[in-house]
């Protein structure tokens, strides 16, 4: 159980288009999800924080109108990397927190999305 | 100020030894959540183990322990009989539970362990 698939896994793009990458939770309800970016060799850093049906938190830094992030529905968010440039190269890796919570309430984490921009 | 401080950038064990990962927090939360996650070179994070705040005995999951010192602040993860498959990067991992937090987690820069034959 608590399995959360991304999609892509990989993804190369033009300069100035832009990517949409899936956070999905596949066997249970997800309250909050979380999107963090990670550079090579580096930690992760929290980008911003969605609960479902409203928007998105996020952190100091990060520009809103660069990652767009959708919580549409208990199972699924997204993000939307717009008019992406090399710089966003990096390593996407987003998290689901159960609705049911638990002793650990722990996040469950997807395998990641590698985005390249050429 | 880092909240999450690993110091040691790169580690190296012999398999079959065993290796302690330091781990040191700054919180002034009474509840909070400590973790510690393995990431192999594929990326994916993989969760090891959890000490909560208020347990009184230290954390063990098979291989894996966590030498919690609450009024140091530490968390430090013990992998014991080290294996080749152990190599990967280790990352330690706060959650507080104040207020202004959704639960997210914070992380330290992490330890590259090696493990040698």
């Known amino acids: 159980g608590a399995v959360v698939s991304q999609h892509p896994s990989r993804v190369i793009c033009k300069s100035g288009t832009s990517v949409k990458i899936e956070c999905r939770s596949l066997?249970?309800?997800?309250?909050?999800m979380f999107w963090y970016r990670q550079f090579p060799k580096k930690s992760l850093m929290l980008m911003a924080t969605?609960?479902?049906?409203?928007?998105?938190?996020?952190e100091q830094g990060v520009e809103k109108d660069k990652f767009l992030i959708n919580h549409a529905s208990l199972t699924l968010s997204t993000l939307t990397v717009t008019s992406a440039h090399p710089e966003d190269s990096s390593f996407y890796i987003c998290?689901?927190?159960?609705?049911?919570?638990?002793?650990?309430?722990?996040?469950?984490f997807g395998p990641g999305t590698r985005l390249t921009v050429l | 100020a880092q909240k999450i401080t690993q110091t040691q950038p790169g580690m190296f064990v012999q398999e079959k030894e065993a290796v302690t990962l330091d781990c040191t927090y700054d919180?002034?939360?009474?509840?909070?959540?400590l973790f510690w996650y393995k990431q192999p070179s594929s990326g994916e994070m993989i969760f090891l183990i959890y000490?909560?705040?208020?347990?009184?005995q230290n954390a063990t999951e098979g291989r894996y322990s966590l030498n919690f010192q609450k009024a140091r602040k530490s968390a430090n993860l013990v992998i014991s009989a080290s294996q080749l498959g152990d190599s990967a990067m280790y990352f330690c991992?706060?959650?507080?539970?104040?207020?202004?937090?959704?639960?997210?987690?914070?992380f330290g820069k992490g330890t590259k362990l090696s493990v040698k034959p």
């Open positions: 998290s689901a927190r159960d609705i049911r919570g638990g002793p650990r309430d722990e996040q469950f």
């Open positions: 066997d249970f309800q997800a309250t909050t």
């Open positions: 969605s609960n479902e049906g409203s928007k998105a938190t996020y």
């Open positions: 919180t002034s939360d009474q509840s909070y959540g």
């Open positions: 000490q909560g705040s208020y347990d009184e």
């Open positions: 991992a706060m959650r507080e539970s104040h207020g202004g937090s959704q639960g997210n987690l914070i």
